[in-house]
């Protein structure tokens, strides 16, 4: 009987051994640092990194980057950009390091913003994130003279119609309109940093009265693609194109290269009880235009400074709603902000 004892302890002491899962409040996506975490030039990560702080760094599979967490509950996480980012958060949530149950998350970073609804250095919760990755493309040249252009939905047949992805994607996310519209009032009278560079850049806009206004908070929904686009044309196609897709609820302010992915795999999860995909926000700062000024070039110019303008908006903005769930996490462990009394 005692060796068997013995021989049983042996087999499981492993078991035994292995830490219990951290149960995590807030989850905090980025998708890129320029360097390390801490002490050098900022990326997206660096001020939660520093600032909030996320002291400890821990290893998981599948993700690139070792994830950072605080004392207090919060996950910061450097997904990847691009197609990186949904393989990222299908890692995270796999992972059997971490309780996610009842975390919250936050994407935070930089985008392109539409000049008609917004500024450069400014911060929109989104009410809508759509797919513009499932997509059938002619070539502009060769396009039918009554399209605007040549690209359409899956199962639509021509720009204009909301076709269908089956197997895809789910093609539109309609975000927790409770926790968006608290975020968004926690925020936004948040003072966002404003420059020089900042006003001349800005000025390239004279005929689109957002474009003009210094950096602030506001609600606007985000187009995802993987590929990068820029110009007045694509501009106009990704303002039909979340019309389309939301049944003219969506507005197209925010445009970038992962919110789709992580939406997806959060939706995903969220039906299979892995996570709660309610308890999701989106906020996306406007580091460039998506399109070229009144009288400039077609081709791309990023303005000087936006970037650190947009990391900078993200901290400032998504600092205050993390540390808010945190604070109340006895109310909000169990009962999300906004929800129905």
Known sequence: MRRLILILGLLFAPL???????????????????????????????AWAERYPLTQTLAVPGIERPVRLSDDGVLGVVTGMRGRARESVAALALSPQFDLSHAYWIVAGIAGVDPRTGSIGSAAWARYVVDADPAYEMD??????DWPNGLYGPGAGKPGLKGAAPGSSDMVWALNPGLTDWAYGLT????????????????RYPSEPEALKPPHVFLGDVLGTTRFWHGTRRTEWARAWIKTWTDGKGAFAMTDCEDQGILDVLSLFGRQGRVDARRVLVLRTASNYSREGDADSPVLKFAEGGARAGFEAAWLTGAPVVKALVAGWATYETNLPGAAK
């Not at 502009?140 to 003279?145: K, L, N, Q, S, V």
């Open 140 to 145: 502009d040249r060769e396009i039918p003279a």
């Open 188 to 203: 936004r009278n948040v003072a966002l940093p404003d420059s020089a560079t900042l006003q001349t850049d800005r000025a």
């Open 16 to 46: 035994a051994a292995q830490a219990a899962p951290i149960p995590i409040k807030v989850v905090v996506l980025t998708t890129f640092e320029a360097g390390a975490d801490t002490g050098d030039a900022p990326g997206e990560f660096q």
